[in-house]
């Protein structure tokens, strides 16, 4: 079984470079789009219908990728080399680029419906083509590799931007769309896959670091595609995770570390002590207090916190006793990772009904 530990030393990574790199995301350190947040697509963009997969290659994926290899006229062969194969009706939707070694040239594997999403997907893919040619098939780490799958998105969305506008907003709302994917639920396992090394490995992990670090190069005025692409098993030294990880120390923590529990002092009074601390405030948080207190006594609350024992996140939940199921009540993660503290609230609740996840044991 390939684990996390694994996964690290093929990566020549530390799980704690990385758990800073989710810490600075979390907290809105790291960008994971190239606009501003108002200015990205509010609502979704009805977009005409693609042509077929060939001609949206040749009319955009080949052009944008090539543009961002100004240099290098091999980039551009390379790219009119590419084969394509559908998925066979009934097979499994799994996009891929198949490396055929150096008599054939990678072929393309992808189910195309004409849509702004399978145009993004086309552009992921041929990147993986030309980084595996350019790197002489040289086996690139997973981060590195799907980093250069990003950044071919990337590429895309700059070329059609001045393109085709339409297209592009659609695009847009198909990137951020997938943050939600990669960003939300990839990094909230990857959060919790670095609490435990043996964790198995599952290959969605490499999506969250590779997207971030996509957006980071991309916007760099430094970056070298062609040293990426081409570098092959070495690819790693390209990546910014160092930089990203370093943006952790210059956080502002809004929320006071949390002083270690006496075993003398009840739960009740150990939350109590706390709210005391802040007199000016103590009439506006009476009710949260109350509530709070409710959940205390109940043994229904969940606080989430960081290594350095500050406050990531709250949940709190009521027991049905008739028949011994539960409901989530309120769910808070100011900084982002709900979908983590959902996953230590499924291990701290009792065995709830079949519409929530089971679990028993203290969260990690």
């Not at 240099?71 to 996009?95: H, M, W």
């Not at 996509?214 to 595609?225: E, G, Q």
């Not at 709210?275 to 103590?282: D, G, I, T, Y």
Request: proline fraction near 5%; glycine fraction near 4%.
């Amino acid at each position: 079984m390939f684990t996390i530990s694994d996964w690290l030393a093929l990566h020549d990574l530390q799980a704690s470079a990385l758990r800073n790199v989710l810490t600075a995301h979390y907290m809105g350190e790291l960008k994971d789009h190239l606009l501003e947040a108002e200015e990205l697509p509010a609502t979704k963009t009805a977009a005409a219908r693609l042509r077929s997969q060939e001609e949206c290659f040749k009319t955009y994926v080949a052009p944008a990728l090539a543009a961002g290899f100004p240099e290098n006229s091999d980039v551009a062969k390379i790219l009119q080399c590419s084969e394509f194969k559908s998925l066979t009706e009934g097979q499994v939707y799994r996009p891929q680029t198949v490396d055929r070694g150096s008599v054939l040239p990678p072929v393309i594997v992808m189910d195309w419906r004409t849509r702004p999403e399978d145009l993004m997907c086309l552009a992921h893919e041929a990147a993986h083509t030309l980084q595996i040619i350019l790197s002489g098939h040289d086996t690139m780490p997973p981060i590195a590799r799907e980093t250069c799958a990003f950044i071919a998105e990337l590429l895309l969305l700059r070329f059609v931007q001045k393109n085709d506008p339409a297209l592009h907003l659609a695009l847009e709302q198909v990137w951020a769309e997938e943050n939600a994917a990669y960003l939300l639920g990839n990094l909230d396992s990857l959060a919790d896959g670095l609490l435990n090394l043996n964790t198995p490995y599952h290959y969605y992990m490499n999506y969250p670091l590779a997207r971030l670090s996509a957006v980071r190069l991309f916007a760099s005025d430094s970056i070298s595609l062609i040293d990426l692409f081409s570098s092959g098993v070495s690819a790693m030294k390209h990546l910014p995770i160092e930089e990203m990880a370093a943006q952790a120390a210059k956080l502002n923590y809004y929320f006071p570390k949390l002083p270690e529990p006496n075993k003398n002092t009840s739960k009740l009074d150990f939350y109590r002590d706390i709210e005391a601390n802040n007199n000016q405030e103590r009439s506006k948080l009476q009710g949260y207090y109350t509530t709070l207190q409710a959940h205390l006594f109940a043994e229904t609350v969940l606080i989430w916190l960081s290594e350095n024992q500050r406050p990531m996140g709250c949940a709190t939940w009521a027991r049905r006793y008739n028949d011994n199921t539960s409901e989530v009540k309120q769910l808070t993660t100011p900084f982002g990772g709900h979908v983590r503290l959902q996953r230590l609230l499924d291990k701290k609740r009792k065995p709830a009904n079949s519409n929530d996840l089971h679990g028993r044991g203290e969260p990690a």
